[in-house]
């Protein structure tokens, strides 16, 4: 079985600091695995993904996300953090073969300028 | 406009009562999917489909249904809603390529209050 975890349901930090959100997964084979972020009001909107080969993926608004094979993890990380990306943010993981994507409970972002 | 719109955006109704959220794409994709977003569980995927004619179910598929005639529609049925269903509706789609590293697009959401 597949699941996800994100252990932080709130994060706080300051303008221009660098952020991390966590998230944490488990799959029988190989994952996919996805960042989605939400903004009020707003369905999801993907940032990045990881599917196979380099450890760093690189996704949109500068966003990162480092693949950790041992550690089963694949935190979201930005180096300087703007106030618009105050927002709730998922992490996703979906098994080789499966069709599901299985969401995180969400880790809400707040940028305090 | 092109893209997955719902309809409608809000909608209050009473326990018992039938009622159905809409979700249509304009890209052609052969995967649609409904989510269910609730404080502390994340999104749960209801149902899904993979093509016209061919769904099946996700985690939390109870008290629903869901029909697929045409590609671009996925309409999500509650036969008889109850409070537990009290949430906010997602649909989205996604066009299969590249198997399990395709990418969601979402719709904007639905926000069901059953009284």
């Known amino acids: 079985a597949q699941s996800v975890a994100q252990p932080e349901d709130q994060v706080n930090v300051a303008e221009g600091n660098p952020l991390t959100v966590k998230c944490t997964y488990s799959v029988s084979g190989n994952p996919y695995l996805f960042w989605y972020v939400q903004y009020p009001n707003r369905g999801l909107q993907f940032l990045l993904k990881?599917?196979?080969?380099?450890?760093l993926v690189k996704g949109s608004y500068g966003f990162e996300a480092e693949f950790n094979k041992s550690q089963t993890s694949f935190h979201l990380k930005k180096p300087s953090a703007l106030v618009s990306d105050s927002a709730l943010y998922f992490c996703a993981v979906r098994e080789t073969g499966a069709n599901n994507l299985f969401f995180g409970t969400g880790t809400r972002l707040t940028v305090i300028p | 406009d092109a893209g997955i719109t719902q309809s409608p955006r809000y909608k209050i109704t009473e326990t018992g009562r039938q009622v159905t959220l809409m979700c249509h794409q304009t890209?052609?994709?052969?995967?649609m999917f409904w989510y269910r977003q609730d404080l502390g569980h994340g999104l749960r995927l209801i149902y899904y489909?993979?093509?016209?004619?061919?769904?099946d179910k996700g985690e939390v598929p109870d008290g629903y249904v869901v029909s697929r005639s045409k590609t671009e529609n996925f309409p999500l049925t509650l036969e008889s809603a109850t409070r537990s269903q009290t949430s906010v509706y997602f649909c989205a789609s996604s066009d299969g390529r590249f198997s399990g590293a395709n990418v969601l697009t979402f719709g904007a959401g639905s926000r069901l209050t059953v009284l």
């Open positions: 489909s993979a093509a016209a004619d061919i769904t």
């Open positions: 990881y599917i196979t080969g380099d450890n």
């Open positions: 890209w052609s994709h052969s995967y």
